[in-house]
């Protein structure tokens, strides 16, 4: 836009003068690099790469909840959640539960613009710097520029698989209409090298001009890296970064997990790297508005969406103490008040569960986040028709002990101030875990999955009289690396489930298209609404390249396989 600015006055300026002079005065209403390439330009551009991570405001193209920041999107898309609400709100959502997607999608586009303007703007960042009179005074600068560039294409490896690499040199040659094939695809070097250049060049620690909690210090890239090198089976040098950050000492877990949530204690010790969501003035703007319509109606709040499904809730039924790794899908479905009015007879469910379940799903019965004790039907939106079950999220939804951080926007919607964790340490021990089991050493993954548990066993438990809670350490040595990786697995899913990162382990895990099979089937079961003769293929692995974007690239842009 600058330079066409500048053409535009310098063809003004030939009407008007001859001098040569005048092309040169940069054009009224911009800054020249030359204006910004300081501490504080620099620091404001790159304010606008992290702004990126909050998946922006109202506008952009395609359909705005399908920018999703915290992926609760890709969640609606495995086995951990329904869309929610009734069934025809947000058509092009229910399209994506029910695996029936268009290319066309405006979910999609919404991911795929949001994530590359994130790029685009970590790029300018690395532009000026590289423009100004002295880069190496920004060095720390540069390096958080790297990091979110990673960020942002790490993302959209995660999704979309095939993408471009857009560089800081085509940023700076204006050449955005890159391909998605040959020497311009987007590769996972490319993103290591990003992380790996911000973990030599950031701080270690916050203090003076760096102690703003949301920046990343170099231990949360070398976190991101051993992330990055887990997704592409790299166990040894995955296990190598990820137990440096372990070893590090600077990170922790909270006494609850519910710590992670709530205004006081988010960035404690277990924060990693998160978006700083705030609403506690009563403003809007800082709030989470990829997230507005995932509210339970029952306090007039908005809008229903975003519900845990009962494959979920079973997994979390546990036997001597122990998750039901094997046979969960097996056993009878942990009894529940779908088809039930709030009016009619309930019998609350016997069955021994883990305690995460009840801060992970709200359900009849069981107080919800302090706020009264859930109801039933009367707090859900969706109908007895509609595919998404009687359950209520509870992750993302403010306690009432921080009622005071969240505001509603002009139409009647939510958004919370709470923080969404990108990552927490939480998610690095149970990574660790992974990588240690299929390195060989099922000891070291025991002993991390077992930190993990040991938390959840210590908790102050939901104090409810319909809570059986039973939980146990993996005290006897696994028999068999299958048997670890299965423990691994299964372990993820109940800590960090409702938090973004479902869809993509089961991606990377590679076995997806059996595992949704019989989770469609498990689901049906109960949920018969659900049954609509969907079934998961090996292309929904990865969303297609919204339609609107090969379009716009005149076809340099190529389709995912399958789509």
């Known amino acids: 836009m600058k330079r066409i600015y500048l053409i535009l006055i310098a063809l003004i300026g030939i009407t008007i003068s001859c001098s040569d002079e005048?092309?040169?005065?940069?054009?009224?209403?911009?800054?020249?690099?030359?204006?910004?390439?300081?501490?504080?330009?620099?620091?404001l551009l790159l304010t606008g790469a992290y702004s990126v991570l909050d998946a922006g405001r109202n506008g952009g193209i395609g359909n705005y909840w399908g920018r999703s920041a915290d992926n609760w999107v890709a969640d609606?898309?495995?086995?951990?959640?329904?869309?929610?609400?009734?069934?025809?709100?947000?058509?092009?959502?229910?399209?994506?539960?029910?695996?029936?997607?268009?290319?066309?999608?405006?979910?999609?586009?919404?991911?795929?613009?949001?994530?590359?303007?994130?790029?685009?703007?970590?790029?300018?960042?690395?532009?000026?710097?590289?423009?100004?009179?002295?880069?190496?005074?920004?060095?720390?600068?540069?390096?958080?520029?790297?990091?979110?560039?990673?960020?942002?294409?790490?993302?959209?490896?995660?999704?979309?698989?095939?993408?471009p690499n857009i560089t800081e040199e085509n940023a700076k040659n204006l050449e955005y209409n890159v391909a998605n094939a040959?020497?311009?695809?987007?590769?996972?070097?490319d993103i290591e090298a990003d992380f790996t250049h911000a973990m030599s060049n950031l701080p270690s620690s916050r203090s003076g001009s760096y102690s703003q909690v949301g920046r990343p210090l170099a231990s949360t890239a070398q976190a991101f890296l051993g992330k990055a090198q887990l997704h592409q089976g790299n166990w040894s040098a995955a296990s190598s970064n990820l137990e440096a950050v372990i070893s590090s000492g600077q990170y922790g877990l909270h006494p609850n997990i519910v710590d992670n949530f709530k205004s006081a204690t988010e960035n404690g010790s277990e924060a990693m790297f998160a978006i700083q969501y705030a609403a506690d003035d009563?403003?809007?703007?800082?709030?989470?508005?990829?997230?507005?319509?995932?509210?339970?109606?029952?306090?007039?709040?908005?809008?229903?969406?975003?519900?845990?499904?009962?494959?979920?809730?079973?997994?979390?039924?546990?036997?001597?103490?122990?998750?039901?790794?094997?046979?969960?899908?097996?056993?009878?479905?942990?009894?529940?008040?779908?088809?039930?009015?709030?009016?009619?007879?309930?019998?609350?469910?016997?069955?021994?569960?883990?305690?995460?379940?009840?801060?992970?799903?709200?359900?009849?019965?069981i107080d919800y986040n302090g706020w009264a004790v859930h109801a039933g039907k009367s707090w859900i939106?969706?109908?007895?028709?509609?595919?998404?079950?009687?359950?209520?999220?509870?992750?993302?939804?403010?306690?009432?002990?921080?009622?005071?951080?969240?505001?509603?926007?002009g139409w009647g919607q939510n958004l919370t101030g709470l923080n969404y964790h990108i990552m927490r340490y939480a998610d690095v021990i149970l990574m660790a875990a992974e990588a240690a089991v299929e390195s060989g050493n099922l000891e070291r993954g025991r002993t991390l999955v077992n930190i993990v548990r040991?938390?959840?066993?210590?908790?102050?438990?939901?104090?409810?009289?319909?809570?059986?809670?039973?939980?146990?350490?993996?005290?006897?040595?696994?028999?068999?690396?299958?048997?670890?990786?299965?423990?691994?697995r299964f372990e993820r899913r109940l800590e960090l489930v409702m938090e973004g990162h479902r869809y993509f382990d089961l991606v990377r895990w590679g076995n997806m298209t059996s595992h949704m099979a019989a989770y469609i089937a498990n689901e049906s079961a109960t949920i018969s609404t659900f049954a609509k003769g969907q079934v998961f293929q090996d292309k929904h692995q990865y969303y297609p390249i919204p339609l609107s974007a090969i379009d716009l690239s005149g076809g340099v842009l190529v389709q995912n396989p399958g789509h």
């Open 22 to 43: 005048f092309t040169n005065v940069d054009p009224i209403g911009s800054l020249s690099d030359s204006q910004l390439a300081n501490p504080t330009g620099v620091d």
């Open 76 to 163: 609606v898309a495995s086995d951990d959640a329904h869309k929610g609400s009734t069934d025809g709100d947000q058509p092009d959502l229910y399209e994506l539960e029910l695996f029936n997607w268009q290319t066309g999608n405006g979910y999609f586009m919404a991911r795929w613009e949001v994530l590359f303007a994130g790029v685009n703007r970590a790029n300018a960042v690395i532009n000026l710097i590289a423009s100004s009179e002295d880069p190496g005074a920004f060095v720390v600068e540069n390096a958080q520029a790297r990091f979110l560039r990673g960020h942002y294409n790490f993302e959209l490896k995660k999704l979309f698989g095939n993408v």
């Open 454 to 488: 040991q938390r959840a066993k210590d908790m102050t438990y939901v104090d409810v009289a319909n809570t059986n809670v039973s939980i146990e350490l993996y005290n006897a040595a696994w028999a068999s690396a299958a048997d670890a990786r299965k423990a691994v």
């Open 381 to 409: 939106r969706a109908n007895f028709s509609d595919i998404s079950g009687p359950y209520l999220p509870k992750k993302n939804i403010f306690t009432a002990g921080d009622a005071g951080n969240f505001a509603q926007g």
């Open 182 to 189: 040959g020497e311009t695809l987007l590769t996972w070097a």
């Open 282 to 365: 009563g403003q809007v703007m800082q709030g989470n508005a990829s997230g507005a319509l995932n509210y339970p109606a029952a306090f007039g709040w908005c809008c229903g969406f975003y519900q845990p499904t009962q494959d979920l809730v079973d997994a979390y039924q546990t036997v001597n103490g122990l998750p039901m790794v094997d046979d969960f899908q097996a056993s009878s479905a942990m009894d529940h008040d779908y088809n039930i009015d709030s009016d009619g007879a309930f019998t609350p469910p016997t069955a021994t569960v883990d305690p995460r379940l009840d801060y992970t799903v709200g359900r009849r019965g």
